[in-house]
């Protein structure tokens, strides 16, 4: 079957840096999103992931290896408003989108 | 400003009560989903839309419906709520279809939709 693995919760110190990490199986791949939602809102896009590598956008970075099926999604310099949950989504071979469960960041101050 | 327009954001209903909950787009986009989203977990697409296209998930009961008069609008109907549909209700689009490209997709505010 088709499966996102995501931490289901992470606290991290505000000013500092987080990476969250996701793991992916799924038939084929067209690419890999993140998105950011806070809690009763809709998501909102943050960066999409197609090739290896590090795409950087300001304070936010995510990272693919579609080779060991994991991605990340680093949030450097962060503030309180970041306290959100961080869905890792996968396109398959049919360009269907696969979403994890989601990553609820707390951020102490 | 081009966006996704949900009515109305909260919506309570009795069991068995018909509900419909609405969707709006000013983004000309070919492509709307309905996804369930309950505390804590993924979202879960209902169904989508390709222009007029319906696309049924094979696990959507039939208890849900939509309907896509035009580009700009969508509608979710439940035709007899029960508790355990209590949920987030997301609308999204997209400028293509699957098959098409990875498209990044644009959300609405939800509705929470509340059954008692």
């Known amino acids: 079957g088709q499966n996102i693995d995501q931490p289901t919760e992470m606290t991290a110190t505000e000013g500092a840096i987080v990476q969250i990490n996701c793991t992916y199986q799924t038939s084929g791949f067209n690419g890999l999103f993140w998105y950011q939602q806070h809690a009763g809102e809709a998501p909102t896009f943050l960066s999409y992931n197609v090739l290896d590598g590090l795409e950087e956008k300001g304070r936010f970075s995510s990272f693919l290896s579609r080779s060991k099926g994991y991605s990340y999604l680093l949030l450097k310099e962060l503030q309180m408003k970041d306290s959100a949950s961080y869905l890792c989504?996968?396109?398959?071979?049919?360009?269907?989108?696969?979403w994890g469960a989601g990553t609820k960041l707390i951020i102490k101050p | 400003d081009a966006m996704v327009i949900q009515n109305p954001r909260y919506q309570v209903t009795q069991f068995g009560k018909p509900v419909t909950l609405s969707c709006s787009q000013t983004?000309?986009?070919?492509?709307m989903y309905w996804y369930q989203q309950k505390s804590s977990q993924a979202p879960k697409l209902l169904f989508h839309y390709y222009d007029k296209d319906f696309n049924n998930e094979a696990d959507t009961p039939d208890n849900f419906q939509s309907r896509r008069p035009n580009t700009s609008f969508c509608f979710l109907d439940i035709r007899s709520p029960g508790l355990g549909d209590a949920a987030m209700y997301l609308c999204a689009t997209s400028p293509r279809p699957a098959g098409e490209g990875a498209d990044t997709q644009y959300f609405g505010p939800g509705t929470r939709l509340t059954v008692l």
């Open positions: 983004l000309n986009h070919n492509v």
């Open positions: 989504a996968v396109t398959d071979s049919n360009y269907q989108l696969i």
